[in-house]
């Protein structure tokens, strides 16, 4: 891929320190080179005609699985590919999955120039089967290694890589030079078998999302810890979890809709609707189930606000026969925050990545019912990468009736044997969006128009993401504090933008130009028709 060095890996500024981010809305308004975005009010003063849309990536497929022995059945994947400047290649660590009782996971690394085309090399450190000749590598104690990151700017270089190791009741720093050899820091974090972890570069904060219970939540939630050095970590506070009332709510009918929809895949195991008054067995332990939960949450700096991506997660019936867990599907949502408290939650809570269905298939159709958010995105340049993991299932579906009794393989069809039995169940998918483009301003054949809140003036040009749809155009018009148009910068003399690139300089015929305004406190009014706005700067 040409231009390697345009990749930015934006990796996640988990939630939370007073310090990470001061609340905007206390300072005044600069307009300059970072990219405004709407998917708030923050820039805007009124808007007529215009609603909000939150787009969804495109789906790209997987990119990473199991394929060799020693990777198991199925893989698992916590962060995002992480950019390696000097060697030019993006690495990933996955951890090997196997479904026989007494075989520990593995951990491996792949690598790739451009994101989308991996490698396995053989590093010669692991012995599989009487050999080396594997992409595998040891972790401390032979504990689960997740959540690593790339420091670049650590001046040790035997502390480049880090991450998290998982031990009984929680979670200790270990760092590594090569990604390969690591050692374990003196450190313990308190954490449930889920979470996540990253690294604010800007700031150098390393934050820790931790799952812990709050009572003020549902089911799963998580507590954050953040540290600067990697060593010392803050006391862990509350970071996110589903509300109790519109969560909950919107819950049964999500599963409700799922399960009637024949186009997509079932959770194995299902309890009865609770409409119908359905108890549980008396005796028997039951995990909730028919409600929303956070399974895990991870946040990611983009152009001076954060983005949340919620894996929600809806239990649907028990685990059986075990009772030790819930059966349930996974769909990913999107939240934004300017000061790292609270939360929106954008596009009305609907799904922002949703699962595939079955038209697709079966083999090959990772991402049906279990989707996994990553903490992390990667910008290159016109687009913006989402890595995300798929899983076939949450139970082994293959094996069991829905009542938990043992299925004999002998009575897998065709198909069935070559989904469950002959592929793998699990894969790092990748999905793509516009730059910005998350959620945008939209006017139809009617033109609706914003005007901004006053603001600075920086930079020589204005330039705007606007996608225009056919006979669509879009205007800007200056305006001074008092919302009076400037002359020379009227919405007459605005030539009218066209197109779909996501740079597009705003011009006015004869001899105004935005560089004349330096200095000054102005206002935006912004014409749209058959357009939507993304976002805006100065250049």
Known sequence: MKNLALFTTLI???????????????????????????????????????????????????????????????????SPPMWIPDEGVFKQVYECRYDKRGQRNRYALAISKDGVHWQKPELGLVEFEGSKANNLFPTPDNRRLVHVVFDLDDPDPKRRYKGLLTVPGGRVPVVSPDCLHWRKLDARLPSADAGTMAFDREKRQFMAMLKRPNPDTVGRSYDVSFSSDFVNWSKPRFMFGMDKERDQKMAVDVIRRRLANPALAKPLFIDPDPAIGWRRPEGKRHVPTWQAECYNFGVIPYEGIYLGLITAYYPTGQRLPERSNADGFNLIQLAMSRDLKEWRRLGDRQPFLEPSPLTKGLVGNYDRLQLAAYNGIIQHADEVRFYYGGLKRRVPQHSRWPDGGPRDPETLSESERADWLEDTHSAMCLAVLRRDGFVSLRAGEKAGQLTTKPFGVTGDELMLNVDMHEGGNTKVEVLDEDSNPIRGFDLSSSVPLRGQSVEQTVTWRGDATWGQLKGRKVRLRIQLRNADLYSLWTD
Not at 54 to 62: A, F, L, N, T
């Open 12 to 78: 996640v500024v988990s939630f939370v320190s007073v310090s990470a981010g001061a609340a905007e809305d206390n300072e005044p308004i600069r307009l300059d080179s970072r990219r405004r975005l709407f998917l708030d009010d923050f820039m805007i003063d009124r808007m007529r005609g215009l609603t909000r849309k939150m787009h969804q990536p495109v789906k790209r497929g997987p990119v990473l699985k199991a394929e060799q022995p020693w990777e198991g059945v199925y893989i698992g994947v916590f």
